[in-house]
């Protein structure tokens, strides 16, 4: 933890924007070096224009790759295109349109010039591609600019295919390739043009409006309850309040500054500024805030919630995941019978205890939360959340809301809960806690070389020769999960009472280990302790 963890950032913390967008411009790429070539992560394109991570070359060579690909798919109708309040998210939405337009692809951008959040663009997607009418126009789908909670030096850009939700590796792949190929080029096959004739789209209308399908505003109304909301200086900004005077809720916007160097933020666990709802760290000014029944907090996108209570503070996003669970499939009568839970394997396994008590079928996938994507469109997982603080749901009827992450819809939620229930989030989880115990959860990481960590994303559960984790007999060894049979990129070990999943870091020289205990803090030791030991023998280090 770094000495300035939870205090306030100052002059010195702060980037310095102007050098920040101008390195945008300047700096070119080098195709053969790694760490400058477009690389999509979970989450897509992410980097600082500082280091040529992220830098107009990559945001012309990659809107390029997305025009071609889909052209090739046969995705003909419009793209929508939506950023957060990063200092570089504007530039590069000005670069995309400049491809987009040159390439005559129909685009619809925010009518307000507003910043789009992450699930307004996901469910404008699917409300447009779930319209017949609309449909017969051509199918619909979106770029998301935003590298989520990252720190205000970087830049983010994602595709979004007509599902609504994350692409999936086959097309990032493809569109990662196509774009480095065009920089190695010099960016010969791309073409520009001045944005002109971009149509508009009003995502924040259509997506306030329709949350009444999805939150029961009736119950928050009646019951009086006083909500705060802090945006943390990101793209629900103007959302809050939108939603406060459409369902006349007792709501106030703690903070509703926006600045691209994020200067009222406290500073992450590790000393940096980073927008993350789910850490006490970046969230302890929001946590001075008293007289709220229910406090939240999003992410730049606003794709992660982060709820507070008054008797539990900042709650542990495990935690929040299993209350919103069992409340959800116990309030919710027109969902399908056979829905099942999503979760992704590194989240907490209270979920699958309290699945487990609900009679529902778990469905356990890797991490990313695209892998929720066709039970979500389909109605058959009525949930999807992961570890991270990022979950959606169905609406009430049982149809899709969004394909990505909604931390707008998540923070709802939670005073739904409050004004339904008469209790707390967290006095909820407390019950899970006297019902099914109180697990230890915890991620650490390891060092690992490059050769480590490509060793361990091919790893196979059998190659663990292992028996016992922890002075209790293993009962699984997984590469590969549960719901869906697709590959982890790493190992998980289980027994009846912990667990722990190994899984190689995509930026740094450590893999992440994942562990949780039911036996409490010193039995996790051991497991944490083991599982390094079993993965490092397993890797022959």
């Not at 126009?137 to 599902?163: C, L, M, R, W």
């Not at 929040?320 to 309030?331: D, P, R």
């Not at 007999?473 to 049979?485: E, Y």
Request: proline share 5%.
């Amino acid at each position: 933890m770094h000495e300035r963890a939870g205090t306030p950032a100052i002059e010195s913390d702060l980037i310095d924007v102007e050098a920040l967008v101008r390195a945008y411009y300047e700096l070119h790429p080098d195709a053969s070096v790694p760490e400058q070539r477009v690389a999509f992560g979970t989450s897509g394109h992410r980097g600082s224009a500082f280091n040529t991570a992220f830098n107009e070359d990559h945001i012309l060579a990659i809107t390029q790759a997305i025009v071609e690909y889909r052209a090739s798919q046969g995705i003909t109708g419009p793209l929508f295109i939506g950023a957060d309040t990063h200092a570089l998210s504007a530039p590069a939405q000005t670069t995309a349109l400049d491809v987009l337009v040159a390439n005559q692809v129909r685009v619809l951008a925010d009518e307000f010039d507003d910043y789009v959040p992450t699930p307004a663009l996901s469910h404008a997607i699917l409300k447009w591609n779930n319209d017949p009418a609309k449909r017969a126009e051509g199918e619909a789908d979106g770029i998301v600019i935003t590298p989520s909670h990252n720190p205000p030096q970087d830049g983010g850009f994602k595709y979004n295919p007509p599902h609504g939700g994350p692409a999936d590796s086959d097309a990032t792949s493809w569109i990662a390739a196509r774009a480095n190929e065009l920089i190695a080029d010099g960016l010969k096959g791309v073409k520009q043009a001045e944005p002109s004739g971009v149509e508009t789209y009003d995502f924040r209308g259509n997506y306030v409006d329709d949350l009444a399908n999805i939150i029961d505003f009736d119950a928050i109304r009646a019951s009086g309850i006083r909500i705060g909301a802090d945006p943390l200086g990101g793209a629900s900004v103007s959302y809050w309040g939108a939603i406060r005077d459409r369902y006349e809720l007792d709501l106030t916007v703690v903070n509703e500054r926006v600045d691209p160097t994020w200067s009222f933020m406290t500073l992450d666990w590790d000393g940096k500024i980073r927008m993350d709802p789910s850490s006490p760290s970046a969230m302890a000014s929001v946590l001075a805030h008293e007289g709220f029944d229910i406090l939240t907090g999003n992410d730049a996108d606003a794709d992660r919630h982060g709820i507070v209570t008054p008797d539990g503070g900042l709650m542990n996003p495990n935690h929040y995941l299993a209350v919103a669970i069992e409340y959800l499939f116990g309030h919710r009568p027109n969902w399908r019978a056979d829905a099942a839970i999503g979760k992704t394997l590194v989240s907490s396994s209270m979920i699958d205890r309290v699945a487990a008590a609900l009679d529902r079928r778990l469905w356990e996938v890797p991490v990313g939360f695209k892998w929720f994507v066709p039970g979500l469109v389909d109605g058959s997982v009525g949930f999807g959340g992961e570890e991270s603080a990022g979950a959606s749901f169905l609406r009430f009827d049982g149809t899709v809301w969004t394909t990505d992450k909604d931390g707008i819809l998540l923070c709802l939620l939670a005073s739904e809960i409050r004004a339904v229930t008469g209790k707390s989030p967290s006095a909820l989880y407390a019950e899970l806690v006297e019902r099914f115990g109180d697990p230890a959860y915890e991620r650490t990481d390891a060092a690992a070389s490059a050769a480590q960590k490509a060793a361990l994303g091919r790893l196979d559960g059998d190659a663990i020769a292992a028996t016992e984790l922890a002075g209790d007999p293993i009962t699984a060894k997984l590469s590969h999960a549960p719901g869906n049979g697709a590959a982890i990129g790493g190992v998980k070990v289980e027994t009846a009472d912990a667990w722990f999943a190994a899984r190689p870091s995509g930026t740094e020289d450590v893999y992440k280990i994942y562990a949780e205990s039911f036996r409490g803090a010193e039995h996790l030791r051991l497991v944490q302790a083991e599982a390094k030991a079993i993965v490092d023998a397993a890797l022959g280090g």
